[in-house]
């Protein structure tokens, strides 16, 4: 059995106690926030408190909170020579106090509060000090049903930044869509099996191959029809950004 302690209270720490909570090889022995007022709903499940200096021990110290508080945040442990780890795909793993056994336990997946998440879908990237600490992180995800990858700081970085395009640069160009379509009164709705066709197709075809559309085809009268029709500037300028990227990277024309 596996025990932690799990500090902060947004989208990941919920997801995570949750899943911790129904987990057969985890206990969760403490939830830390520094206001108990997003806890309240769980005070009857687990022990709750906003006091830094009464943590109970643990195997495992799971900080999930904004990357700028992080540091300051394990700083502050009175403990050391135990495993602390944090969620965030960005920050370094020396961010961390250097009294503490180090380590990322990074989710790379999109977390919304109210959303519920499977975990089997949910891979973990394990960055970690001291090897004898990968162990205990690998069962820790595997009691969930996740998958788990170690990885260097560098790989990390770039999964995070791969992240942001194909999944905030992504969900913004669904914003954008949403946007056009609504402007013309058209339930954007329609769009939906697109969107999860497309997302499907890179289940079988590297996104090089699974690329359509008028800028693959160097269809240019497409193309200038409808930066004809966007209204706002900063819409012209991304479809011709990205127009030229993917002109780019299939040789075509400019």
């Not at 969760?28 to 943590?55: A, C, G, H, M």
């Not at 495993?83 to 250097?98: A, F, I, Y």
């Not at 879908?121 to 690998?138: A, D, G």
């Not at 996740?146 to 669904?174: G, I």
Request: hydrophobic letters at 35%.
């Amino acid at each position: 059995m596996i025990s932690v302690v799990l500090l902060g209270a947004g989208n990941v720490a919920t997801h995570l106690y949750k899943v911790f909570k129904k987990a057969n090889g985890i206990t969760v022995n403490q939830w830390f926030n520094r206001s108990l007022n997003p806890l309240q709903p769980y005070k009857n499940d687990v022990e709750i408190t906003n006091n830094i200096s009464q943590l109970k021990d643990a195997d495992v110290y799971i900080i999930a909170v904004s990357d700028d508080a992080i540091s300051q945040l394990s700083s502050q442990f009175l403990f050391e020579n135990r495993l602390v780890v944090h969620t965030s795909g960005s920050v370094s793993l020396h961010n961390l106090d250097k009294k503490h056994l180090r380590g990322v336990l990074y989710p790379l997946q999109t977390f919304s509060k109210n959303t519920d998440l499977n975990f089997e879908t949910v891979p973990f990237c394990i960055e970690i000090e001291h090897k004898t600490n990968f162990n205990i992180l690998k069962e820790l995800t595997s009691s969930i049903g996740s998958k788990s990858y170690r990885v260097n700081s560098e790989q990390r970085s770039a999964l995070h930044l791969s992240a942001v395009f194909v999944n905030n640069f992504t969900n913004q160009m669904y914003r954008i869509g949403h946007e056009i379509a609504e402007s013309k009164s058209v339930d954007f709705n329609i769009l939906k099996p697109l969107i999860k066709e497309t997302a499907n197709k890179i289940d079988n075809l590297s996104p090089y191959l699974a690329q359509t559309g008028p800028a693959k085809r160097n269809d240019k009268k497409t193309v200038k029809k409808h930066l004809k029709a966007l209204d706002k500037n900063i819409h012209k300028e991304i479809y011709e950004l990205i127009t030229k990227s993917i002109q780019q990277t299939h040789g075509k024309k400019l």
